[in-house]
């Protein structure tokens, strides 16, 4: 079993930056692949970015590549999303989601883990 719980939303104006953190529980995080995921007012989840359990493989969105990115630390159980030059479309609920998986994954239905989310909404 696995628990995450995201941090460091808030509200800010295009052009900031914000960096999400999500901490995972449990003793196989450096065996789980790692996502991003957001959900803006009556939208689908859309897939953001995903890392492999030891970081070499990153896949992106293009609607965030080249803005964000997504990293993590084995050694204290958290991965982060480092979102730069925010635009109003970027807000949403961020959530991070952990796969039974080494491989990252842009599809939702592979993540059996997820957080409560986190909210970010950028301002014009």
């Known amino acids: 079993q696995v628990q995450l719980v995201e941090s460091g939303g808030g509200l800010v104006q295009a052009g900031d930056s914000l960096r999400l953190s999500c901490a995972a529980s449990?003793?196989?995080?450096?065996?789980?692949?790692m996502g991003w995921f957001r959900q803006a007012p009556g939208k689908e989840r859309d897939f953001v970015a995903s890392?492999?359990?030891?970081?070499?493989?990153?896949v992106y969105s293009d609607s965030v590549k080249g803005r964000f990115t997504i990293s993590r630390d084995n050694t204290v159980n958290t991965v982060y999303l480092q979102m730069n030059s925010l635009k109003p479309e970027d807000t949403a609920v961020y959530y991070c989601?952990?796969?039974?998986?080494?491989?990252?994954?842009?599809?939702?239905?592979?993540?059996?883990?997820w957080g409560q989310g986190t909210q970010v909404a950028v301002s014009s």
């Open positions: 890392i492999s359990s030891k970081g070499g493989s990153i």
């Open positions: 449990g003793r196989t995080f450096s065996t789980n692949a």
């Open positions: 989601a952990a796969r039974s998986s080494v491989l990252p994954s842009t599809h939702s239905n592979e993540y059996p883990y």
